[in-house]
């Protein structure tokens, strides 16, 4: 089988991979022996239960276009590296896929390379075998992810910053899966409107607690969407009260079957856990253009779980992901609605106005504060108020006041 390189003439690639269909099952290869291997790696726990999905690791080596071969698909992609996110600054990293089911590939798409979602130090550090982390190993980085749809074949041309090509430099195919079937609840239902609120609490008397608590949207639970829990780490970390929500974008497909918003989901679910070495996904919930909120990071709903959505300033936070891209999509009036509500209700558990305004510390240098420098922030702040990013996308984030005047009438304010 020949590779044409005819869409990469003009382009000096330091690092080249392509993939080519799927004709030959890989070996798993313990994680660790990936840097020496020069072969596809099967991360530990995957693919894990049945219909859990997996993530393969291709390594990329500089100045040599490789091929291999895979029996396994993908949805999501994305390259990561050994070492911290700024280990390509400066660089770019573009990829192009093969459709599965056409076979035609794809134009040349640019991944985000600044790190921009993440924890804060120390917040996500604890892995575990589970993970497929290696105990004592240096941290690992990762572009963000690319949703691409079912894909048999990959190019990816890598041209390093000032530093040179990071060690470990590999790219990681998501295979969603079908999803972990659990007995656990698959939603967590909705409260009352305000009208409904307001008509039982005059039935009670008018003993109604938290008269600016939002009542809670309707919330798709992990094991709705199908989370595999095997892989995340087993234990919690909470933080201070929520008093700000960050949105972002997924920066993935826009035009989607809602029905196709688990797959979604669990497929940047096992790129933020397996291939970035993170202890859960990292946003606290999830909308989709339906305006489903799905719940993200386990731990409790209505409990103030530390994410990993908004270096520095993860703490007294969460983070919602309005799953799609919207730099230049219009984001559908039902997905604003969502987030609204979901907001409206985070905030509400602690009595914070979605329309008033909160001093936060930032925890890290790399977001727009220096570490340990204060900073107002909207209750519902865009993610680039904290990062230098255009995450939620320039069609987003002009919608954000009407959020907070929608989410402040929620709360009943």
Not at 34 to 42: E, F, M, S
Not at 391 to 412: H, N, V
């Amino acid at each position: 089988m020949r590779i044409s390189l005819r869409a990469l003439r003009g382009r000096p690639p330091v690092v080249l991979l392509a993939v080519l269909a799927a004709v030959l099952t890989l070996p798993s290869i313990p994680a660790e022996a990936r840097a020496g291997a020069g072969a596809p790696v099967a991360r530990p726990g995957a693919p894990g239960p049945a219909g859990g999905g997996s993530v393969t690791s291709l390594p990329l080596t500089g100045g040599r276009l490789l091929a291999g071969r895979t029996a396994r698909r993908f949805d999501l992609l994305g390259v990561g590296w050994d070492g911290p996110a700024r280990a390509l600054a400066g660089g770019t990293v573009k990829v192009r896929t093969r459709d599965a089911v056409t076979g035609v590939w794809s134009g040349w798409h640019e991944l985000e390379t600044d790190g921009e979602d993440g924890p804060d130090t120390g917040a996500d550090t604890a892995v575990t075998a589970a993970t497929g982390a290696v105990a004592g190993r240096a941290p690992r980085s990762a572009t963000a992810p690319l949703w691409t749809g079912p894909s048999d074949g990959v190019a990816v041309e890598v041209t390093p910053g000032p530093a040179g090509p990071p060690p470990g430099l590999r790219v990681e195919l998501v295979d969603p899966g079908e999803g972990v079937r659990s007995a656990g609840a698959r939603t967590v239902p909705a409260e009352p409107s305000a009208a409904e609120a307001s008509a039982t609490e005059a039935a009670d008397g008018g003993r109604r607690t938290g008269h600016h608590q939002a009542p809670r949207p309707e919330i798709v639970t992990r094991a709705g969407w199908g989370a595999d829990e095997s892989i995340r780490e087993p234990d919690f970390v909470y933080t201070g009260p929520v008093r700000v929500v960050f949105v972002h974008h997924t920066a993935t497909t826009t035009e989607y079957p809602c029905s196709d918003a688990p797959r979604v989901i669990r497929a940047i679910y096992q790129y933020h856990v397996q291939s970035n070495g993170w202890r859960d996904i990292g946003y606290n919930f999830l909308v989709d253009r339906c305006g489903t909120v799905y719940e993200g990071r386990a731990g409790g709903t209505d409990l103030p779980v530390h994410g990993a959505h908004t270096l520095g300033f993860n703490t007294d936070s969460a983070g919602v992901a309005a799953i799609g891209t919207f730099v230049t999509d219009v984001p559908p009036a039902d997905l604003l609605t969502g987030v609204a509500r979901i907001a409206a209700w985070k905030l509400g558990l602690t009595d914070q106005d979605a329309a008033g305004s909160t001093r936060m510390v930032s925890g890290s240098d790399g977001s727009l504060y220096p570490a340990g420098t204060g900073a107002d922030f909207k209750a519902v702040s865009g993610h680039r108020d904290a990062f230098n990013t255009e995450c939620p996308g320039d069609a987003l984030y002009p919608k954000l006041p009407e959020l907070r005047t929608e989410a402040a009438r929620l709360q009943g304010r």
